[in-house]
């Protein structure tokens, strides 16, 4: 590896402090920074398509909000992440900071593993037309405004109806995301090397209608009724967008996979232990 890059937290001064340390610690490395972390630190301006063509490992500064960042901000590169958890939870930034630079020397002597983690590709379909077209980690979620009322959500996959939940709001969430709002929802938690998608329901009218687990390369689509109102899709918990009455959102596995650096001295399920606090073995 020749190349390495950093996305820190912003306005994170620790995050800060620790980039200059590795851009000492590896001279005969390129290290990019990210634009706002660049600023910080005063070095060249990089864009963020540069970035991501050139990183041949992408340290993350931060928190599980700054790793999803930077998954979008790789697009479809599947180039591997290293998460050291500068946040508050960390179930994807595993790297502790005091761990950071003895796990970068063994990643940089290629000495590392990689959860290959599924994204989903989902398109916002209006009046027959693709209007939009992204990709998420964790999770697609529709849901209502304060003052909306329950909404009519139809759900399908591969085309066979399945229900029309009625309910606050629908996650359609990955494995990964399985642990994140999903699970708020009642959803499962659905181990990273599964590669399925999680329908689960917000706050259900209806007792029955509960969290699905469908496999990935299916396809599944929720179509709002006509006279829905005050609605909205968001991606990850990072871009917004208002919905129509008649809209449908559809949702299948993307073709990229985001490529974490593994903790070696933490399994998923220790990762779960800890941070949802299930106490010792
Ligand atoms: N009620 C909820 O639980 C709720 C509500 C809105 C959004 N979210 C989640 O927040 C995510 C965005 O995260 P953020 O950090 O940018 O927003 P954020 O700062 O609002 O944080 C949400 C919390 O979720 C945690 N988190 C994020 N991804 C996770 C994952 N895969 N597994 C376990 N925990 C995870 C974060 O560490 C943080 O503590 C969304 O994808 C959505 O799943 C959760
Ligand atoms: N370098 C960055 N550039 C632009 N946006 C960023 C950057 N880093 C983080 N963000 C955004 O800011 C949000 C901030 O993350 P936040 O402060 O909630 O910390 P976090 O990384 O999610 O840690 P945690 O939630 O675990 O404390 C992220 O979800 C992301 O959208």
Known sequence: MHTLAIVAKRDKQEAVALAARIRERYPHLTVLAERYLSHSLGWPRVEDRELAQRAELVIVLGGDGTLIYTARLLAGRGVPILGV?????????????????????????????????????????????????????????????????????????????????????????TPTGSTAYSLSAGGPIVHPSVDCTILSPICSHALTQRS??????????????????????????????????????????????????????????????????????
């Open 85 to 173: 958890n500068l946040g508050s939870l960390g179930f994807m930034t595993e790297i502790p900071v005091d761990e950071l630079f003895s796990t970068l020397d063994e990643v940089l002597a290629g000495r590392f593993k990689v959860d290959s983690r599924m994204k989903l590709t989902c398109r916002l379909v209006r009046e027959g037309k693709t209007v939009l077209e992204d990709e998420v980690l964790n999770d697609v979620v529709i849901n209502k405004g304060a003052l909306a009322r329950i909404s009519d959500h139809e759900t399908s996959i591969d085309g066979v109806p399945i229900t029309t939940y009625k309910a606050d709001g629908m996650i359609l969430a």
């Open 212 to 281: 699905i687990v469908v496999p990935a390369d299916r396809t599944i689509r929720v179509t709002l009724r006509k006279e829905t109102a005050d609605t909205y899709l968001t991606l990850d918990g990072q871009t917004g967008h208002s919905l129509q009455g008649g809209d449908c959102i559809e949702v299948v596995r993307s073709p990229n996979r985001v490529n974490l650096v593994r903790n070696p001295h933490m399994a998923y399920f220790t990762i779960l232990r800890q941070k949802l606090h299930w106490g010792e073995r």
